[in-house]
C-alpha cells in the first residue's frame, strides 16, 4: 500500500482510500457497500459502519454471508481499520492530545498530554517484554484442599428458615 500526499501527507488515508478503491472496482458493489467498507476501513464497528452508510448492522452481516467478495473486502477492511486505530493510538500516546489550561476561568493556553499506559499497551502488542503479566488468583480450603462450603450453606438455610418463620407470624406471604 502506497502513501498519498494531500492534506496531511503521509499515510492518512493511504489504507481507507486503497480498500475503497478496491471496493468500488469489485463487481456489483453499490455506494452503500462501498460506504461500509470504508468507513469499517477507518476503523468504525459494523454497525457504525451501516449506520454511516445508512443501513443496518443485520443487514451488513447479512450481505457478508451472502456474498463472498463482499465478505474479503470487508476482512480487509477490518484489518485496514485496525491498523488505523493502531496508528490513532500511538499518536494519542506519542504526540499527546490537546488540553487547554484555564486559569481564573480564563483560557491562558494548550498543552499536549499525552498518555504513557497507552503506549505501554502499545509495546506490549509488538514486544513480549512489555506485556502485562496475567494474574492467577487461586483459593483453597484447609491444606490445599476443596473450601468447605457446606457450614455454610446449613447457616445459611437456618437464617433464611427464621425469616421465613417470621414472615409467616407476621402474615407475609
Not at 106 to 120: A, H, K, P, Y
Amino acid at each position: 500500500m502506497g502513501t498519498r500526499a494531500g492534506k496531511g501527507g503521509g499515510l492518512k488515508n493511504a489504507a481507507r482510500d486503497s480498500v475503497l478503491m478496491r471496493a468500488r472496482e469489485a463487481a456489483g458493489i453499490t455506494d452503500i457497500r462501498a460506504k461500509v467498507v470504508e468507513a469499517r476501513a477507518r476503523g468504525i464497528s459494523i454497525t457504525g459502519a451501516a449506520r454511516a452508510a445508512g443501513t443496518t448492522g443485520a443487514t451488513v452481516r447479512r450481505w457478508i454471508g451472502a456474498d463472498a467478495d463482499f465478505a474479503r473486502l470487508m476482512e480487509q477492511a477490518e484489518l485496514d481499520g485496525r491498523d488505523w486505530l493502531e496508528d490513532q493510538a500511538l499518536r494519542f500516546a506519542t504526540l499527546g492530545t490537546p488540553r487547554d489550561i484555564y486559569q481564573r476561568g480564563e483560557r491562558v493556553g494548550t498543552e499536549m498530554v499525552r498518555d504513557s499506559q497507552l503506549f505501554i499497551a502499545l509495546l506490549g502488542g509488538r514486544i513480549e517484554k512489555y506485556r502485562q503479566a496475567k494474574t492467577k488468583v487461586e483459593v483453597t480450603g484447609k491444606d490445599g484442599g476443596a473450601i468447605e462450603v457446606a457450614s455454610v450453606r446449613a447457616r445459611i438455610a437456618g437464617k433464611l428458615a427464621a425469616l421465613a418463620g417470621v414472615a409467616v407470624s407476621k402474615g407475609v406471604k
